[in-house]
């Protein structure tokens, strides 16, 4: 029983829906009809009415907001990276209080950016302010995959990207499903369907 109003619009009403492990959902739907804001609901920043939001059976009631927000990790369309350096972004997400349990694979980083055609001690090295926009987007999604979470909510994440990248990209979301996340929801204006079991979720009936 979902429900969103924004602004006195109603957006989404008495939706029933879940999120299935090693699921591809993408949102669909006109401009205007809240998609960003239905992820930013998900993770608890916007507060709609339903009747339970549950994880894996728990209520997100039993969960802090930190601890919450690192199982379902939201990559918004305008991205803050935190460091000088594209290494210290990295290493700077792995000090934030809800992540200090975790630590930084600087073995599987590497691997992740030979496998985009990037050199490692090149790319690492350029600073945070000189990246491009499918530059940003590559450290933003990386980071998301060593972080581990269970869901990864992705708004045009990768919309900077160029094709050959763009692809690349894809095909190493689709290696890491089921490993570094279970579930990835997405909203994108590019029609290319890259994930053979994505399925389309429309905010006004489901998916």
């Known amino acids: 029983n979902y429900s969103l109003t924004f602004a006195d619009l109603n957006l989404v009403n008495n939706l029933n829906f879940s999120f299935e492990q090693e699921g591809v959902y993408r949102l669909v739907g006109p401009t205007g009809r809240g998609k960003t804001l239905f992820l930013l609901s998900l993770i608890q920043l916007i507060s709609p009415q339903y009747s339970k939001l549950e994880l894996e059976g728990r209520a997100c009631s039993q969960f802090t907001s930190e601890s919450w927000r690192t199982k379902i990790l939201y990559l918004p369309q305008t991205l803050s990276l935190m460091g000088e350096t594209v290494n210290e972004t990295f290493k700077q ?3 934030l209080k809800a992540n200090q349990t975790k630590k930084l694979d600087e ?3 590497d ?3 030979q496998f985009l055609g990037l050199v490692p001690t090149h790319f690492l090295a350029q600073p945070v302010t000189g990246l491009s926009g499918g530059e ?3 450290v933003a999604l990386l980071r998301a995959l060593l972080l581990r979470p269970q869901i990864i909510l992705a708004d045009e ?3 900077a990207m160029d094709t ?3 692809q ?3 095909t190493l979301l689709k290696r890491e499903l089921g490993d570094a996340f279970q579930a990835l929801v997405f909203v994108t204006h ?3 369907t890259y994930f053979e079991q994505q399925k389309n979720f429309d905010l006004s009936f489901g998916i």
Do not use: G, V
């Open 190 to 192: 590019d029609d290319t």
């Open 157 to 159: 994440s990768w919309s």
């Open 168 to 170: 690349k990209m894809m």
């Open 164 to 166: 050959n990248l763009k």
């Open 136 to 138: 940003s987007q590559i």
């Open 111 to 113: 691997h992740y950016l």
């Open 107 to 109: 073995q599987k980083l």
């Open 93 to 95: 997400a792995f000090t």
